[in-house]
């Protein structure tokens, strides 16, 4: 019985020297000190026993996890219901006012932001999704304000600063659900301007991805520069930079444009290509995102 306790403790002892050193990551260490433990956590300070002998520590532990998953209920149920109420009575307020609580309140949410960004990060993502509706909400203002608002070059303008501020704060914040949605709008407003600017619509189905080829190159060049300095949110740019190389298929199944034969077999023919790059670089890729997740 001693020696099974004694090659646990070495066991658990090499697996916290694994999570020290990041050769795996914590979410793995963790999983395997309480396999090998028997869903008793060890503890690295009392050499290999277990907590729950412990029983002070037991309940400490249990009353943070307690109050930080409190904390998380509360944000996640407590924020969208102010901000409704916000929304719902925003225009009762005269114009200054209006103006000066966007803009307190859009500095007070990414200051909350901020001051989460390394302790809960279901709080830091809620404050920065606060913050950036706020900025849409000041983007919509400004062009009801100005007369703006029927102006299609104003208010694609407008919303593009809008989403570009989305991607920065989503990056700044590390959240790639904010970069994501930023990005994805920077995409829908170049489709939307090759529509009506370039007249898209007269060109080839050929042609149409020379069009999509600045978005797609754009998207995988940011990529790899995010990706070289182990920026959190360069995935993302990546799935929409694959995304964009089917811009003339994603705008034919929107339009419900007929597709023949030749369109049906270049779809395949990427389809199959990507799919055989997963495939081949699979292991490449889990290693990368493994990293920029650390």
Same mark, same amino acid.
């Given at each position: 019985? #001693?020696?099974?306790?004694?090659?646990?403790?070495?066991?658990?002892?090499?697996?916290?020297?694994?999570?020290?050193?990041?050769?795996?990551?914590?979410?793995?260490?963790?999983?395997?000190?309480?396999?090998?433990?028997?869903?008793?956590?060890?503890?690295?300070?009392?050499?290999?026993?277990?907590? %729950?002998?412990?029983? %002070?520590? #037991?309940?400490?532990?249990?009353?943070?996890?307690?109050?930080?998953?409190?904390?998380?209920?509360?944000?996640? @149920?407590?924020?969208?219901?102010? &901000?409704?109420?916000?929304?719902?009575?925003?225009?009762?307020?005269?114009?200054?006012?209006?103006?000066?609580? =966007?803009?307190?309140?859009?500095?007070?949410?990414?200051?909350?932001?901020?001051?989460?960004?390394?302790?809960?990060? @279901?709080?830091?993502?809620?404050? !920065?999704?606060?913050?950036?509706?706020?900025?849409?909400?000041?983007?919509?203002?400004?062009?009801?304000?100005?007369?703006?608002?029927? @102006?299609?070059?104003?208010?694609?303008?407008?919303?593009? =600063? /809008?989403?570009?501020?989305?991607? !920065?704060? +989503?990056?700044?914040?590390?959240?790639? &659900?904010?970069?994501?949605?930023?990005?994805?709008?920077?995409?829908?407003?170049?489709?939307?301007?090759?529509?009506?600017?370039?007249?898209?619509?007269?060109?080839?189905? %050929?042609?149409?991805?020379?069009?999509?080829?600045?978005?797609?190159? =754009?998207?995988?060049?940011?990529?790899?520069?995010?990706?070289? +300095?182990?920026?959190? /949110?360069?995935?993302?740019? !990546?799935?929409? %930079?694959?995304?964009?190389?089917?811009?003339?298929?994603?705008?034919?199944?929107?339009?419900?444009?007929?597709?023949? &034969?030749?369109?049906?077999?270049? /779809?395949?023919?990427?389809?199959?290509?990507? /799919?055989?790059?997963? @495939?081949?670089?699979?292991?490449?890729?889990?290693?990368?995102?493994?990293? =920029?997740?650390?």
């Amino acid at each position: 019985m #001693n020696q099974n306790r004694a090659q646990q403790k070495i066991i658990l002892q090499e697996i916290q020297h694994w999570k020290q050193s990041k050769l795996l990551p914590a979410e793995y260490c963790d999983f395997l000190m309480n396999l090998y433990s028997e869903g008793d956590s060890m503890s690295p300070e009392g050499q290999g026993d277990p907590v %729950g002998r412990k029983g %002070g520590k #037991n309940r400490s532990v249990d009353k943070k996890s307690g109050g930080k998953a409190g904390g998380r209920l509360l944000a996640i @149920i407590g924020l969208p219901l102010l &901000l409704l109420i916000f929304v719902f009575n925003f225009t009762m307020f005269p114009m200054p006012m209006q103006i000066g609580l =966007l803009v307190l309140g859009t500095i007070f949410a990414y200051a909350m932001a901020f001051r989460k960004r390394s302790s809960d990060s @279901i709080a830091r993502v809620a404050w !920065l999704g606060v913050a950036n509706v706020l900025v849409a909400l000041g983007g919509y203002l400004y062009l009801e304000q100005t007369g703006h608002l029927a @102006i299609r070059e104003q208010m694609l303008s407008v919303m593009a =600063l /809008v989403f570009l501020i989305w991607t !920065l704060s +989503g990056w700044i914040g590390r959240s790639r &659900l904010i970069t994501g949605g930023g990005w994805a709008g920077l995409l829908l407003i170049c489709a939307t301007a090759l529509e009506t600017g370039s007249n898209i619509a007269a060109t080839s189905y %050929g042609v149409q991805h020379l069009y999509w080829l600045l978005p797609a190159g =754009l998207s995988f060049f940011v990529s790899f520069l995010f990706g070289r +300095g182990g920026v959190y /949110v360069a995935p993302v740019f !990546l799935l929409f %930079g694959l995304l964009a190389l089917f811009g003339p298929d994603i705008r034919n199944l929107v339009y419900q444009l007929p597709m023949d &034969l030749f369109v049906q077999g270049i /779809v395949f023919i990427k389809l199959a290509l990507l /799919v055989s790059l997963l @495939i081949v670089y699979r292991g490449s890729l889990r290693n990368w995102h493994e990293q =920029l997740s650390l």
